[in-house]
């Protein structure tokens, strides 16, 4: 007996899960939730201590980033856990979009400024700090309404079609998805080991690579999305073993192996468009 027919409901004429059932994906939705209020505190407190010039902000700020991080993976299992059990619905939808403007936008911008920008050397003139705080305010803002801009165009486009579409066979993101955006930021942290950024033209790079992000969530370029995997369709040993490799890399080397992963999915998109401009170009040429 499958977990859909272990959950119906015996009583329901027309075999509804029973009610019990549908608490299972809201149950990691609230998680999901939790794990981004846990990011904004942590940030909190570590932007505390490194005003105060004690020690531990760092700490405080890699539990912010793995909390985003942990958060990315439950938000993979609550749709996915939802369709399993037949479980989806109009209210699950809803609270996922809430979840992810918690934590895959509210979060990181509250970290990304006060790890990336808050902390800057003190020694550089003052209106170039004012300046860079300025920036970093409004960056990190144009982050998270880009995001939120990109959970409800997801919300009401039915079957977007990207700008560059591809196989048709194959589904698709129309833009960056805002978890991948938020997991680039927590990328980032993690892999620094959350010391907060100091010197200035280092926390410039980094408003730009929020700036890209936003950019990528509004945008119409293809992002390859795994929604498409079965797990019980049969697949080559071969990638089996690149899984197995995997997750031998993230669990022996999480930091450089989690910071590839981020900016191999960011970039993918990138290359994906510029492959199909120049492909354009080559055969208008010939």
Known sequence: MGIRDR??????????????????????????????????????????LAGSGAAGASEHFTIAAEAIGAAVFLDGLDG??????????????????LADVVSFGIAP???????GVQFVDASIAEGIRSHLFRAGYFIAFLFLLCGAARLARFNVQKNPVPKNPGN????????????AAAGMVCAVVFAVGGRPLAWWPLSVVWLALLL?????MVCTWRYYSFKGINLSKPYT?????????????????????????????????IAIR??????????RAR
């Open 7 to 48: 959950l119906i409901d015996p009583r329901s004429p027309d075999r509804r899960p029973r009610r019990v059932a549908y608490a299972l994906p809201t149950l990691f939705t609230a998680g999901n939730i939790f794990l981004g209020y846990l990011s904004i505190l942590r940030s909190f407190n570590g932007a505390m």
């Open 80 to 97: 996915r856990i939802a369709r399993m059990t037949n479980t989806t619905s109009d209210f699950g939808r809803e609270m996922d979009s």
């Open 109 to 115: 911008a509250v970290l990304a400024f006060a790890w």
């Open 168 to 179: 048709p066979h194959r589904k698709y993101f129309v833009g960056l998805p805002i978890p």
């Open 212 to 216: 890209l992000l936003g950019f990528l």
């Open 237 to 269: 040993p071969l990638l089996f073993v690149l899984v197995g490799g995997l997750i031998y890399g993230i669990w022996n080397w999480p930091q450089p192996v989690l910071l590839a992963m981020a900016v191999a999915y960011v970039a993918s998109g």
């Open 274 to 283: 510029i492959g199909g401009i120049v492909r354009r170009r080559l055969r």
